[in-house]
């Protein structure tokens, strides 16, 4: 029997309400010694694909864990709810693609089922709040030691839905690639890594031509924020990895209208 110490939660109820509080009071009864790691709760309303961007971005760094993830239009529908075997941890949510970039990250799933056995779940279920009446107390009794197959039946691995890859591609001298998050200071994150960019030949120090839309502009490339006076853009390797776009002290999705999906590319300058 694995029992895991910590459960961690993500989702888009945001804080104005008592739903996350709802969530954490089930956790309690259900795994009293399972501590609640709260990656964020302020994922854009049903913006499936930033929740998993958030949660493949964190989880490297979590402890072994039952991940809970709830960012779920789909409540109440007929998509499935689902537990996941990955690396050396357990995935608990909606099967929308939220889990998949992260399950990517620990190594990719080794077991899945579907959530079916009512007998875990609040005896009420809402049809519209499955992360209080279904999915956390899945997850308690999972963290709590409960094997995965007791959760309902086991599904092949390759049914799971899965978000597209972000894109990106190395083209002659310039990466290509699109805006994958915006945090909530305006920086703008790419697809493009650090590798990329200095397989280009982008170094911090140097320059960086980018392309975006009918836009070109040159940017110091540099390692912090403060390496440039403030209100001036600067582009630098994030905490991921991944090459972004910022404003030291300001918003750089903003002043550029760079939304997620938007397409961009870089080359050296």
């Not at 403060?226 to 090459?243: M, R, W």
Request: aromatic share 6%; net charge negative.
């Amino acid at each position: 029997m694995t029992t895991f110490s910590r459960i961690s939660f993500l989702t888009d109820y945001g804080l104005d309400d008592g739903f996350v509080a709802a969530c954490h009071g089930v956790a309690a009864r259900l795994a009293p010694d399972a501590g609640i790691i709260d990656v964020t709760h302020l994922v854009p309303p049903g913006d499936v694909r930033r929740g998993a961007a958030v949660l493949a971005q964190t989880v490297p760094y979590l402890p072994p864990a039952v991940h809970l993830a709830v960012v779920d239009p789909g409540v109440g529908t007929s998509r499935r709810g689902i537990a996941v075997a990955a690396g050396e941890s357990l995935f608990v949510g909606p099967d929308n693609g939220l889990l998949s970039w992260a399950i990517t990250a620990v190594g990719g799933a080794s077991r899945a089922a579907v959530l079916t056995n009512r007998a875990l779940w609040l005896d009420k279920v809402s049809a519209t709040f499955h992360g209080r009446d279904i999915f956390m107390p899945v997850a308690a009794h999972l963290a709590a030691g409960m094997e995965l197959a007791e959760a309902g039946p086991e599904i092949d691995i390759g049914e799971l839905v899965t978000l597209p890859s972000p894109t990106r591609q190395l083209r002659d001298s310039a990466a290509e690639g699109e805006v994958l998050t915006v945090d909530r200071f305006g920086n703008v994150q790419l697809t493009i890594t650090a590798a990329d960019a200095e397989q280009i030949g982008i170094k911090p120090g140097g320059t960086v031509l980018v392309a975006a839309g009918r836009r070109q502009m040159t940017l110091p490339y540099r390692e912090m924020f403060g390496a440039v006076a403030h209100g001036e853009l600067v582009a630098y390797t994030d905490g991921s990895g991944l090459v972004s776009i910022a404003v030291n002290g300001g918003d750089a999705a903003q002043r550029l209208g760079l939304p997620p999906g938007a397409r961009v590319a870089i080359s050296a300058r």
